[in-house]
């Protein structure tokens, strides 16, 4: 603006503003981008993404979020997309890689139709309705499924870890997390923080075990204690099992060997004095979450009881959730009744290092799954796997709803949303269909990783829905079947809030106009001893003046 021949500004000069067009252009490509990147990791066959952070480290995954996650991206629409996937792992678990997929090709579609003539906010209206219509057609075509039907837990779990961990573990890792997850479902919920799992690298992964129990890092102190104790009552104690010391500065003056003797007497007999008191109690196992004197594990192990030290707080809980034990402050007030139960206490040690199991605990609040694998690498890659597996069977058990996987009910809600478009008219219809042509996109690009003729097999999709709803993309064949025949099934909440995330994300996106970018001012280059830091409060520095 120009008055009188002075610019007048009324936003900053330091800022980049870009505006309009150029603005919803470069919005749209940065979340194409974030789209592409992951867009070959969908469906069984997708390829895997190897991650290096800063250390050296490496991450080998086709797991969407968590590539997303370790990405550093900086651009803000990429971000928001990125928030897409981290929104949808939290609420549902999986079908993060397709929310992104969606996300992307629906503004891709978007940019389309703007460059047609078609204003951002009738897309935006279009895409709103289309949403809403999708989230209704997805819940008509759900199936019935409870913790009831453990064969229909499993297949959910075993479809959303294909392609993420070996084909041919893939049954036992479905089994272990829908036995994790029922054991720990309590009035319509399943809390998975009460899932614990464990690393154990070096082993098998074919010996990956579920738990009805604790697996804590911790063996006894003792090496001589028992392996293993049947029916063990387990104490939990809070508080430090050793000579407390004085709260201020104390001297003892001892002058002959008879009174040391008597204060090293005296010193253990109150350490001994707090074992009797587990002994009394009935524990044959005891947990303590700070220090524990040696000379107490000793004669505990005398007598045929477990004991071990610093146990880790979240530990302590989880073995409180899974034995039902009580943890105590003052071992004075030990008794039978604040003690845990468990079927089995089990060391697997060597020399110092090794693991406790807590088996067979009758109610547990708490499980474990230890994970084994040969390398850490493949114990962590199966951990993701699992996380997911647990988060599906979740949102089943909880919802009690699936439906049709491998594309299969994307492509029945395109085919519906084309009609429905048809019955709204005005220019909203053209976004419609382009909402529908979106969903399409995910059983593409199913097809196109696997090695097939995209084309092909989504017409050959369509046909067959004509007679089939739930017919997906078989992947080792490239024919068109029924998918709950074949037991490929996903969560309805996956589905549902993969529609609500995406659809929310590119209406976001199309309605800004404008950006403004602060540009980062680097600060001035000072000498270390002009620094602020360097000086002493505020006063100058003294200075040594000699006439």
């Known amino acids: 603006m120009d008055k009188g021949g002075q610019p007048v500004f009324i936003i900053d000069p330091n800022k980049e503003q870009t505006k309009g067009r150029d603005a919803l252009s470069m919005n749209i490509a940065a979340a194409k981008a974030v789209a592409t990147i992951v867009k070959s990791t969908l469906g069984p066959r997708g390829m895997d993404k190897m991650l290096v952070n800063p250390l050296g480290d490496i991450t080998i995954t086709n797991d969407g979020a968590t590539i997303l996650h370790d990405m550093d991206i900086e651009h803000p629409t990429a971000k928001m997309i990125v928030e897409v996937a981290q929104s ?60 009831e039907d453990r064969n229909l837990l499993v297949k959910t779990a075993s479809t959303s870890i294909t392609g993420k961990a070996s084909e041919k573990y893939n049954l036992l890792i479905a089994e272990l997390c829908v036995s ?15 899932v614990i799992l464990t690393k154990d690298v070096g082993g098998r992964v074919e010996d990956t075990e579920f738990v009805e129990g604790v697996v804590i890092d911790k063996v006894a102190l003792d090496k001589s204690s028992p392996l293993k104790i049947v029916n063990p009552n387990i104490a939990l104690i809070d508080t430090p099992m050793e000579t407390g010391k004085t709260a201020n500065k104390a001297k003892l003056q001892i002058s002959t060997v008879s009174e040391i003797e008597n204060f090293v007497k005296q010193e253990d007999a109150s350490l001994f004095k707090m074992a009797d008191y587990i002994i009394r109690a009935g524990a044959n196992a005891v947990f303590c979450s700070k220090g524990m004197d040696d000379k107490i594990a000793a004669y505990l192990q005398s007598r045929g009881i477990y004991a071990t030290r610093r146990v880790k707080n979240d530990d302590m809980q989880h073995l409180a959730d899974a034995t039902g034990g009580r943890p105590v402050r003052n071992i004075k007030e030990l008794t039978d009744k604040e003690l845990g139960h468990a079927g089995l206490l089990e060391q697997d040690r060597d020399e110092d290092q090794g693991k406790t199991y807590l088996r067979d605990c009758r109610g547990a609040k708490s499980v474990s799954i230890v994970l084994r694998g040969g390398t850490e690498h493949v114990v962590d890659n199966l951990e993701r796997a699992i996380d997911d597996a647990l988060r599906v069977v979740k949102c089943v058990v909880e919802d009690g709803k ?24 005005g220019r909203e219809q053209t976004a419609i269909t382009a909402f529908a042509e979106a969903l399409e996109e995910i059983p593409r690009t ?14 050959n999709l369509r046909a067959k829905h004509a007679e089939n709803k739930n017919a997906g993309l078989n992947i080792q064949t490239g024919a068109a079947e029924d998918m709950l025949e074949k037991g490929v099934v996903d969560p309805l909440r996956v589905k549902v809030n993969a529609i609500k995330a995406g659809s929310e994300a590119a209406t976001m996106v199309l309605r800004v106009d404008s950006m403004l970018r602060a540009q980062r001012a680097d600060m001035q280059d000072v000498k270390p001893e002009h620094m602020a830091s360097t000086y002493d409060g505020m006063s100058a520095p003294a ?5």
């Not at 996300?103 to 009738?122: D, F």
């Not at 199913?446 to 017409?459: E, K, P, Q, T």
Request: no cysteine; hydrophobic share 45%; aromatic share 4%.
């Open 543 to 547: 200075l040594n003046m000699h006439r």
């Open 446 to 459: 199913i097809a196109r990783n696997a090695g097939l003729d995209a084309i092909d097999s989504v017409l």
């Open 180 to 194: 994790a997850v029922l054991a720990i479902h309590e009035g319509g919920k399943a809390d998975l923080k009460h």
């Open 402 to 425: 699936v439906v049709a996987g491998g594309g299969a009910s994307e492509m029945e809600v395109a085919l519906s949303i084309r009609s429905y478009a048809s019955s709204i008219g």
């Open 88 to 147: 949808l792992e939290s609420s549902a678990g999986d079908g993060t890689t397709s929310a992104v997929v969606f996300t992307g090709a629906l503004l891709e579609k978007a940019e389309n139709l703007i460059e047609k003539g078609v204003h951002p906010a009738v897309v935006v209206k279009g895409y709103r309705l289309a949403a809403e219509k999708a989230v209704e057609m997805f819940e008509n075509l759900a199936v019935s499924a409870g913790e």
